[in-house]
């Protein structure tokens, strides 16, 4: 029964001795040696909208500075987590976005549409550039 029993539990254990990854409590036998660690629980991110819309000005892209890289890279954008930020997509695609997450390959938050807020993800490698304000 592979996947229900915890693999670095030693043979010297009886069979009550199960491991529930899901649980904060681990069982663990007493004639067992190893021990491990408890589970780390993190907490929940409530995501909500911005209450106030973006700006009511469209940035131009002749505007910006365009970086001469072929990709936006993690560092470059994380100062415009938590910011109103307009972003010029590959595709050509625009929008003003409210940017709350942002990892090594791609950001999410909320983009502005038809006079309200949606969420979305996209990739960075997709991002042609961006202005946060």
Known sequence: ???YRDPFIGSDCD???FYCPYRMYE???PLCTGKRQKVEEYPIQQQQPPKNPPPNYTPKLSDVPVPNLILVEFG????CIFKNTYIWLKNGESFW???TFISRNSV????YI???WVYFTTNLNQIKNYICS
């Open 114 to 116: 038809n006079n309200r």
């Open 97 to 99: 976005s409210y940017l």
């Open 27 to 29: 069982f663990q036998c």
């Open 76 to 79: 470059a954008i994380s100062p």
């Open 108 to 111: 999410a938050g909320w983009r």
């Open 1 to 3: 029964m592979y996947g």
């Open 15 to 17: 069979d009550s001795s």
